[in-house]
């Protein structure tokens, strides 16, 4: 394989100097490569000015359409990486499915199938995109339909590179893997299904769960991909359903698959029950899949530990391998009494109030430091629900912690439509949770999906869950809290299946954004109709691109570069007023100002000029509902957030 890479003209890559995401000088002209599907009767681009009660940080962002596929359901899922940045070379990278074999995906291009893979580069932070390459084709090589997709970049004989993994769909079920290797324009696959681990214990891979990590070494390239095999159906019971596997190749040559004893269903409790159909349930599930520190591997997971804190519930967790991949550590299991005691420091009551058990996002940003991102129900004794939050379970300095990231509205995620009556309403991705951060590992960005209420200007009422739109919210690492979440699309359709990368520019500026979306005619169909149509499964279905800003609610630099520190909001929680307290150190220009959770300026409390020394500052709360706020202040040098809440 190496002979046969090595006589493949070398493309010369512009490598970028220093830990940066994009050279600022780099032009935003239009390249030569630059490729959009042509769709008929569908523009290229497509902008909106929606108007959102209240003042705004940012302006809506434009969308341009960058493919099309037809089922978007068969796209993306919350645990696989089909969205990803490759740092040295400055690529932006995606992997998808192709069209259908009966659409206007084939009529241009016939290996345009649903059952193929494609990748999709830009040099630029996706303003521009090469045309979709060709990495899976089911007729040169016929492996089963290809689905769900993830892929890792890497150098490669000086070329940039990707190891690719999709599981195999054989219409009634799922058999295997396709492993792929893609360079310089050739690409080459096998397929994995069946295998005995160490135990001779008998497995098959037999589900949608694929993250991989794929890189060079002594001349040759080997990929390792992690996923959830299962008992062959029929062999076994219950009880060894939960296991973690691998999978790995040097060279795409022999494959050695196996599930490390750290790993294996005996960990957790055993499955008690079996869904409807002959769907077997696993308590256990992939949350992330990580290389940092050099050669360090972190696998994030969660699910029901027989050695957790607390019987019955999922936890998430963290297993570590030095030697890539060949040995595991156990898993590093977060104390679910944190939350007991979290649940207790915000008023609710801290045994009926739970982490949602399944969906998590995952990030490990230093040695040995990691988080994970989840969704906190905050109940009563009566087990009524008080408080929704999503919350930062961090490992660091040897220990565990929870922030809070953002109050949250409380509605259920969007459910799509399902295009027949005889298929529930589901969504594969949920909240759509994402930890990512930037390329210097020193900030943090959390991406969610999310309801929540609207105003109808004309009867002047609330419309409850009247908006689905993408919130982020970052932090410093090395900082405490989390910036005030912040509504990054603000579109009147509903955002769905929507990504980041896993790293993102260090200025937090033209954060690259993706979205599945179903273009219709708004003059054509009712407002209501118009929101639901957004939420339907039908052909044809559209990848859309945009970028957003973070910058203006980030706390990039040190305290001392802003000439000023927020001290304290007292009382908090707060019923009738509070008092800002703040330190300033230089004469400056300073304006103060109140948001609530969705980004919308309710009060400037200060305008003006103010000297150095400690200030106080009332501000009177007593027309603002209960719920959480945030209070900016700004001067010349940026701006710093702190958040304060209202209880009636």
């Not at 967790?317 to 939350?339: C, H, K, M, Q, R």
């Not at 500052?617 to 959480?628: E, S, W």
Request: with cysteine; net charge negative.
């Amino acid at each position: 394989m190496k002979k046969y890479l090595q006589s493949i003209i070398i493309i010369i890559l512009i490598l970028l100097t220093g830990n940066t995401l994009l050279a600022k000088e780099q032009s935003r002209k239009p390249q030569d490569t630059r490729f959009l599907m042509q769709l008929d009767n569908v523009s290229k681009s497509y902008s909106y000015q929606y108007g959102v009660k209240g003042n705004k940080l940012q302006a809506v962002p434009q969308f341009v359409i960058l493919d099309s596929l037809a089922n978007a359901y068969s796209y993306y899922t919350t645990d696989q990486n089909p969205f990803m940045y490759d740092s040295e070379t400055n690529t932006l990278i995606t992997i998808k499915r192709g069209y259908s074999e009966t659409d206007e995906g084939t009529k241009q291009d016939p290996s345009n199938t649903k059952n193929n893979l494609f990748v999709l580069e830009s040099k630029n932070l996706g303003y521009d995109w090469s045309k979709p390459a060709l990495v899976y084709d089911k007729l040169r090589l016929d492996l089963g339909d290809a689905r769900y997709p993830s892929i890792y970049p890497f150098m490669y004989s000086g070329v940039l590179s990707y190891g690719y993994m999709a599981p195999v769909s054989t219409g009634t079920g799922w058999h295997g893997f396709i492993q792929g290797f893609y360079t310089d324009g050739d690409w080459f696959a096998d397929k994995v299904y069946e295998f005995e681990d160490d135990r001779n214990d008998s497995y098959v891979y037999a589900a949608t769960s694929n993250c991989l990590i794929a890189y060079e070494k002594d001349d040759s390239f080997f990929m390792y991909g992690v996923s959830t095999p299962t008992p062959p159906e029929g062999t076994s019971d219950l009880t060894d359903q939960s296991s973690f596997g691998y999978i790995k190749s040097q060279d795409l040559g022999d494959w050695q698959l196996n599930v490390p004893e750290q790993w294996n269903s005996d960990i957790f409790d055993p499955i008690k029950y079996v869904n409807a159909g002959s769907y077997k349930s696993r308590y256990s599930s992939i949350v992330g899949f990580e290389k940092r520190d050099g050669d360090k591997w972190y696998m994030g997971a969660c699910g029901i530990f027989k050695n957790g804190e607390v019987s019955g519930r999922s936890e998430p967790a963290v297993s570590t391998s030095n030697d890539d991949g060949l040995t595991w550590t156990e898993f590093n299991i977060f104390p679910y009494s944190l939350i007991k005691q979290y649940a207790a420091s915000i008023g609710c009551d801290p045994d009926t109030s739970t982490l949602y058990y399944y969906d998590w996002a995952f990030n490990a940003y230093n040695k040995d430091s990691y988080s994970f991102m989840g969704f906190l129900l905050g109940n009563d004794n009566q087990r009524q629900p008080l408080k929704y939050q999503l919350v930062e379970l961090n490992y660091e300095n040897e220990t565990w912690s929870v922030r809070k990231i953002a109050d949250h509205a409380g509605y259920n995620y969007l459910l799509y439509t399902p295009p027949d009556a005889t298929t529930p309403a589901n969504n594969q991705m949920s909240w759509e949770f994402q930890l990512s951060k930037t390329v210097n590992s020193k900030i943090m960005i959390a991406k969610w999906t999310q309801f929540y209420d609207t105003m109808d200007p004309q009867a002047d009422t609330v419309i409850k869950a009247g908006a689905h739109d993408v919130f982020i919210s970052t932090r410093v690492i090395g900082e405490d809290s989390w910036s005030k979440p912040y509504n990054v699309t603000q579109t009147p359709e509903y955002d769905r299946i929507t990504w980041i990368p896993n790293l993102v520019p260090n200025d937090l500026k033209d954060i690259p954004l993706l979205k599945t979306w179903t273009i219709c005619d708004p003059s054509k169909l009712s407002a209501n109709e118009y929101y639901l149509k957004q939420k339907d499964l039908e052909v044809p279905q559209y990848i859309l691109m945009t970028h957003f800003n973070a910058d203006p609610i980030s706390k990039v630099e040190n305290k001392e570069s802003y000439g000023f520190e927020i001290k304290g909001i007292y009382p908090n929680p707060a019923s009738d007023h509070i008092e800002i307290t703040m330190t300033i150190n230089k004469y400056d220009f300073y304006t103060i100002d109140v948001y609530d959770v969705l980004g919308n300026k309710i009060n400037n409390v200060f305008t003006g000029y103010q000297s150095a020394g400690l200030k106080a500052i009332v501000y009177d709360t007593d027309k603002l509902n209960t719920g959480t706020y945030f209070c900016v202040i700004t001067s010349s040098n940026g701006n710093l957030t702190k958040s304060f809440n209202v209880v009636k």
